[in-house]
Structures are given as C-alpha cells and as structure tokens.
C-alpha cells in the first residue's frame, strides 16, 4: 500500500522532558488506523505535532512526500490533515448545516462585493456549499437536524456533526481524537459503521485514537502501541493483543478487555 503520511524518528521536548521519542508510523492511502496506549502516552501528542499544535524537536513528517513540519495548521489542512478534538469543538449556537458550511470558507472564491451585493457569483457558491454540506450530513446521518443548532444535538451526534466539518475540509488523512468516548454501545457502533462508510466514500485515509478497545479491533487494519512516548508495538491488530508488552503496559492481562 502507498504510504500517504509518514513521520520517522518524530519526538518533543517541553524543557528538557521528553514526551515522545522515535515515533516512527506509515499510513496508507484509505487505511483505518489506530493509535492506542495508556493515558499520558503521549497520543494526542501525535496529533498535535501532525496538525502544527506542536513542532517537532526531532524527526520528520511527510504527506505524500512531502514535509509539511514548520507549515501552519491551515496550511496543513489545505494539504490533507483534518482532525477531530477530545473536547467536542463546534459554534453551539449556529445551526448544524451552517457548522459545516464555515469548515467550507477555504473553497469559496466569490469575491467580498459579490458577497455585499449578493451577485450571481455568491448564490452559485451559496447554493454548492449548501448542496455539499447536506450530502456530508447525509453521510453522517444528521441530515433531518440540518437546521437546528448544534448545542441541542445529543452528545452522539455532535461526535457526528464534528467528523462532518473535519470532512468539509476535503481531507486525505482524518484524524479522530478518541471519536467513541462518551457512547453507549449503539452508537458506537454506528459509529464505526460511519467510519467504514466515509472510507469508502471519499477514499480517505483514518488515524484514530481511541479506548474502546473493542472498538479498535473491529475497525482498524492496523495497530500503533505508545507508551511513555515511544511506540512498543504495531501490527495487525489480533497480533498486537497478544504482544506482552502490550499487555503489561496496556490491556492487562485480560485479553477479552
């Protein structure tokens, strides 16, 4: 499989304290990944230093071979990388549609009097983000909400209407920083038929983070293991279970957890 994100020998330092060290992954085009360990880790560490949160004080990170360290996290995301948050981050008091819309603002081209005046130009492109952000909806199976704000969703679907936005973006790597916390066993697994169908549908390669490990092993092709901020294990995913290192470090001895 072609690699599509890259980091070799990727690692920080927050005043002599190294949080990560030698972090080496390879995603491929339309893969579903997982990112796991224990809490502290140093997983969203990853992310962080994916999205420009963060620089890297050592290594490397490429998309599509090319590096993309010292760029700025809109430049990132014009490149490919979109990502999801921990802590839901949507404009509650706007619509859901509209919530979509704004991740859109990059790709319309009127110009501001044609927005003021309300040109032909501005409806066209008015008309084509609606139209696109309701089949991102439709994906994520909140089109019937697309009007009502984002602060009355249940928790679920606010997990939904933000993998909706980081879509809008148009991305070729996803990140989800732990996408099942806080849901209950059906809506996790909706989720994770949601995750399967957006991989499908756009052709976009995933990074997750996540807990759940159920979750993990039906989902992702492929495993990364952290601990302490240095990667222990990786591989299919029935292999890293069974790694001892693995276990001591994370799923302990129980390998049903």
């Given amino acids: 499989m072609a690699k599509l994100l890259e980091t070799e020998n990727l690692?920080?330092?927050?005043?002599?304290?190294?949080?990560l060290s030698d972090v080496t992954l390879e995603i491929g085009r339309g893969e579903i990944v997982g990112l796991i360990g224990p809490n502290g880790a140093g997983k969203t560490t990853v992310f962080n230093l994916l999205t420009d949160v963060y620089m890297p004080t050592e290594g490397t990170i490429t998309l599509e071979g090319k590096s993309i360290v010292g760029k700025k996290t809109y430049q990132i995301t014009r490149a490919g990388?979109?990502?999801?948050?921990?802590n839901i981050r949507?404009?509650?008091?706007?619509?859901?549609?509209?919530?979509?819309?704004?991740?859109?603002?990059?790709?319309?081209?009127?110009?501001?009097?044609?927005g003021i005046l309300r040109l032909p130009s501005y409806w066209r492109e008015e008309k084509a983000a609606d139209l696109r952000a309701r089949e991102l909806l439709r994906v994520v199976d909140l089109e019937d909400f697309a009007d009502a704000k984002a602060k009355n969703?249940?928790?679920?679907?606010?997990?939904?209407?933000?993998?909706?936005?980081?879509?809008?973006?148009?991305?070729?790597?996803?990140?989800?920083?732990?996408p099942a916390a806080g849901m209950n066993p059906t809506e996790t697994q909706e989720l994770a038929e949601m995750i399967e169908k957006i991989r499908k549908k756009f052709d976009v390669a995933i990074l997750l983070?996540?807990?759940?490990?159920?979750?993990?092993?039906?989902?992702?092709?492929?495993?990364?293991?952290?601990?302490?901020?240095?990667?222990?294990a990786q591989g299919k995913p029935e292999d890293v279970r069974k790694d001892p290192k693995v276990i001591a470090a994370y799923l302990g001895g129980n390998e049903d957890e």
């Fill in 153 to 178: 969703l249940p928790y679920g679907q606010q997990r939904k209407l933000e993998i909706a936005r980081a879509l809008a973006t148009q991305p070729k790597v996803l990140l989800l920083d732990e």
């Fill in 209 to 232: 983070i996540e807990h759940d490990m159920s979750f993990v092993m039906e989902i992702c092709e492929k495993l990364y293991v952290l601990d302490y901020g240095m990667v222990i």
């Fill in 81 to 86: 990388i979109a990502r999801t948050f921990q």
């Fill in 11 to 19: 690692g920080i330092a927050f005043g002599g304290l190294r949080a």
């Fill in 90 to 114: 949507l404009f509650k008091d706007i619509s859901v549609i509209d919530n979509v819309k704004i991740a859109m603002e990059g790709d319309m081209h009127y110009s501001a009097l044609a």
